[in-house]
């Protein structure tokens, strides 16, 4: 499990082998949720997993997981089963982007994922809170950076300088990535990841860059339970406009 170090601000983590982390995390179900699901399993964590629909919960039950079917824009019933769960780590897996077949990716899906974005994290940091969980690890996007030097690095802004208004799909990802970050009560990672491919992705190949494969993906939420100290990382391939320096040094993560 995760231990808090005595005097430490909020949870500081040391692995203890013998015992097991209990991790929730929302979006099991999902695209990057799947795999993350095993890999976690995989781990001897345990792993209690949201999902909306039977037969999400059938896919988390067949991994060995335990499923929740839960909304993460209903906060009570969230909070409850993250309480219930008894988490020593939160991740944040959801997103509103899965097309039926011959479904696009239209404005109001946009504006749908941004909701999920405001309040179903909004949601996710009380939750965390209330379970007394030490870390929240989040996933975010890496592409949204304004023109200049490349590669950027994590602490650069993707806000437009005043007078310049910020998009709410774009103002969303800033609030998640704040919140998550920002909250004292738990240690909050921000995964920045890129373009996602491979099963279950739109694409089975890179497109246009930062790009990440869908398990590369997975794997660099798995090493966050007990790796890395809080802020944000990219989660991309190499060579594209993105630096990894940090997720490689800190998270010892790579993109194969």
Partial sequence: MLCRRPGSRVASFDVVLSDVTRIFLAGASGVIGRPLTAMLLAAGH???????????????VAEGGRPVIVD??????????????????????????????????????LERNALVREVGV?????????????????????????????????DESIVPAPPATTPRTRQAVVDLERLVT?????EGVVLRYGRLYGPGTWTASPDEPPTVHVD?????????????EPGVYHIANDGGPVSTDRARRLLGWTPV
């Fill in 46 to 60: 345990d792993v209690t997993g949201t999902t909306r629909s039977a037969d999400g919960a059938g896919r988390i």
């Fill in 72 to 109: 993460v824009l209903d906060g009570p019933a969230l909070e409850a089963a993250v309480v219930a769960s008894r988490a020593d780590v939160v991740i944040y897996q959801v997103t509103d982007l899965a097309l039926a077949p011959g479904e696009t990716l239209d404005d109001e899906r």
């Fill in 122 to 154: 909004q949601h996710i940091v009380a939750a965390t809170a209330a379970a007394g969980a030490g870390r929240l690890i989040a996933q975010s996007v890496a592409w949204l950076y304004l023109p200049g030097r490349e590669p950027h690095t994590e």
């Fill in 182 to 186: 920002t909250d004292r009560r738990f």
């Fill in 216 to 228: 590369a993906a997975a794997r660099a939420a798995a090493l966050a339970v007990d790796r890395g």
